[in-house]
């Protein structure tokens, strides 16, 4: 499958490098925020695209913490060498989705309206609906 566009981004110390693949230009992919008090912590801001695919590339595994809290339904990826939050991963239905923060991707100005989100009343199968119709629906991980 090909797509238009291409997004290059890492961790700090690169021991997680990614890209993302989607049709839309950064126009069109608004940054998101979550209330959440895990992503107030980090700021993260975050793109998605469900026709869109995200590719993973991990050089040290045993340096990549999956952190869950919460309804513990998706693995906040951390790098554990240089602490940046790269991406949520949340399987469904045997399929992997994501949402990426966009800190990973400073060359990149994603724009539109940015959009703050809190997700404090949805319950177990609200929030995997919502993921399942939004998050970037391809995902692969890599061992680099
Ligand atoms: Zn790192």
């Not at 890492?10 to 021991?15: G, T, W």
């Amino acid at each position: 499958m090909t797509y238009k566009h291409a997004y290059n981004g890492s961790c700090h110390c690169e021991n997680i490098t990614l890209t993302f693949r989607s049709d839309k230009p950064v126009h069109e992919l608004p940054p998101r925020e979550c209330s959440c008090s895990f992503c107030q912590r980090h700021k993260g801001k975050y793109i998605s695209d469900p026709d869109g695919c995200l590719e993973l590339n991990i050089k040290d595994n045993d340096l990549v913490n999956r952190y869950r809290f919460g309804h513990k339904t998706a693995d906040f990826i951390i790098c554990k060498n240089c602490g940046v939050f790269v991406a949520s991963l949340c399987d469904i239905d045997g399929n992997t989705h994501a949402v990426l923060n966009i800190r990973t991707m400073p060359d990149y100005e994603f724009s539109g309206t940015p959009v703050t989100n809190n997700y404090g009343a949805e319950d177990k199968g609200d929030r995997l609906a919502r993921r399942a119709k939004n998050w970037i629906g391809r995902v692969v991980i890599n061992s680099i």
